[in-house]
């Protein structure tokens, strides 16, 4: 019998193939740092920065990578061969940068209200409002550093006062106040890194170790030969 004339009558017997093809995927659980990227086969793969700081499971087969967060798509990427690779897609790396700009001013308010607490009622009138709170804050910010805590306080509470959160009102009335006293215009240094690093607070250590080596030294007396 032919291999032709076997199968013939082999055919009928055969069970069909199942609907759903055989997983042949490779499996592996994550887990992912405070970045949001993947690590498989020697390369990275970036995911939406919400799924940072947890386990996910990535399963990936010849011409794709797929992350999964549970039983959750989060992401797809063509897969790389290619080693210490970073795979990226334009949406990641943009959610990416528009946390980080969120971080910066989150930061950037927390040490503006704690430092001048008036601030906050000020930011609160501007949002109302439709203001830019980014550039509402960093322009608060230099003008913390230029004039101090107290000054911005009390110019921060006459801009409330006058019923308009921007900028420049609490810059004209820290420029009143400075004139009616008579003071010249502050100047703004911008010192380079190692000369602002100079006063940094250094921490003293004990010295009994340079104690120890000079009685250690005494101890020992010159042999005569």
């Excluded at 055919?11 to 994550?30: A, C, K």
């Excluded at 790389?80 to 959610?95: K, N, T, V």
């Excluded at 003008?143 to 009390?154: D, H, I, K, M």
């Amino acid at each position: 019998m032919t291999v032709r004339e076997a199968f013939a009558k082999e055919q009928p017997l055969l069970l069909p193939l199942p609907e759903n093809p055989y997983p042949v995927e490779e499996h592996l659980e994550v887990r992912v740092g405070k970045t949001p990227y993947v690590r498989f086969d020697l390369n990275d793969y970036t995911i939406p920065a919400a799924h940072v700081r947890r386990t996910l499971t990535v399963r990936a087969d010849l011409q794709q990578v797929r992350v999964f967060d549970g039983a959750q798509v989060i992401a797809r990427h063509p897969r790389s061969y290619d080693r210490d690779a970073q795979i990226e897609l334009p949406g990641h790396i943009h959610e990416l940068k528009e946390r980080k700009r969120q971080a910066s001013q989150h930061r950037g308010v927390n040490s503006l209200t704690k430092a001048v607490p008036a601030s906050q009622l000020l930011l609160t009138r501007a949002a109302e409002r439709g203001a830019n709170l980014g550039a509402l804050t960093n322009g608060l910010l230099r003008l913390l550093e230029r004039y101090g805590a107290a000054e911005l306080q009390a110019a921060v509470e006459d801009a409330l006062a006058a019923g308009v959160p921007h900028t420049n009102t609490v810059r004209l009335a820290l420029e009143r106040r400075r004139a009616e006293r008579g003071e010249p215009p502050p100047v703004a240094m911008s010192l380079p890194e190692h000369v602002r690093r100079k006063d940094t607070p250094v921490q003293p250590h004990r010295l009994d170790s340079y104690d120890q080596l000079t009685t250690d030294n005494g101890d020992h007396e010159p042999e005569n030969h």
